[in-house]
């Protein structure tokens, strides 16, 4: 076979297998991209279920308050009871601490409603803290996976594309932009095999006097429709 051809063979066949790991690795970042959002995604909701559970707990401490104050006064009231002097006193008195009575039986129910609901947002906040937990080791296998992966292609790579640029100084300057020209043009496939009288990319069949002379081998030959250089694989 002619050197020159045989070189361009091989030349295509360290493109493409760069190609294909390229196309295998170029949505890696993406995907790691994806995973580390819904590891966000997770974080975010676990900080609001903490939010809200705060919330809640700020809001039961105040009804506590409240229901404190509100005590200190029904003592008041019902220490000015023993003092009070007319009948008028005593049941304006009375409805005093019956008031005060009512809002605390009030407040302490709304504090217990509370309770239950903190209750309900603690359960909430372990389960999304176990859940995430599960799913950050996933997403983290699934990394590291992803990372290994993407490094061990770019280190293929790395050596393809050395051996590739030490095959390039051995095929001429001419022919090398040419099969360039060709590769950018033909979406990286410079060569084609002719097989059954055409040409394997475009299909286009080869005049049987150029078909012939392709067979031998010895000459650099494109197709006359898609311009790829032309082999025969026999
Ligand atoms: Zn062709």
């Known amino acids: 076979m002619n050197t020159h051809l045989q070189l361009l063979i091989s030349f295509q066949h360290l493109d493409s297998k760069i190609s294909q790991l390229q196309e295998r690795t170029h949505e890696i970042p993406e995907s790691i991209e994806e995973l580390n959002s819904t590891l966000d995604d997770s974080r975010r909701e676990i900080e609001e279920a903490e939010t809200l559970l705060g919330e809640e707990n700020a809001r039961r401490r105040d009804l506590e308050l409240d229901v404190e104050a509100l005590r200190e006064q029904l003592s008041k009231y019902r220490s000015q009871l023993t003092e009070v002097k007319t009948n008028k006193e005593y049941q304006a008195a009375l409805h005093e601490i019956a008031t005060a009575e009512g809002a605390i039986a009030t407040k302490e129910d709304q504090v217990l409603e509370g309770m ?27 990394r590291s996976k992803l990372e290994k992966f993407a490094s061990e292609a770019q280190a293929q790579i790395d050596g393809l594309e050395k051996e590739k640029s030490q095959l390039g100084t051995q095929i001429p300057e001419e022919l090398s932009q040419q099969y360039g020209k060709i590769a950018t043009a033909r979406n990286g496939l410079a060569l084609a095999e002719a097989k059954d009288q055409s040409c394997q990319a475009c299909h286009v069949k080869l005049r049987p006097q150029l078909f012939a002379e392709l067979k031998t081998n010895q000459e650099i030959i494109t197709c006359e429709n898609c311009n790829r250089f032309l082999y025969w694989a026999g």
């Open 116 to 142: 239950m609901v903190i209750e309900e947002k603690e359960q909430l906040g372990e389960k999304l803290k176990r859940g995430f937990e599960h799913k950050e080791k996933e997403i983290l296998q699934k």
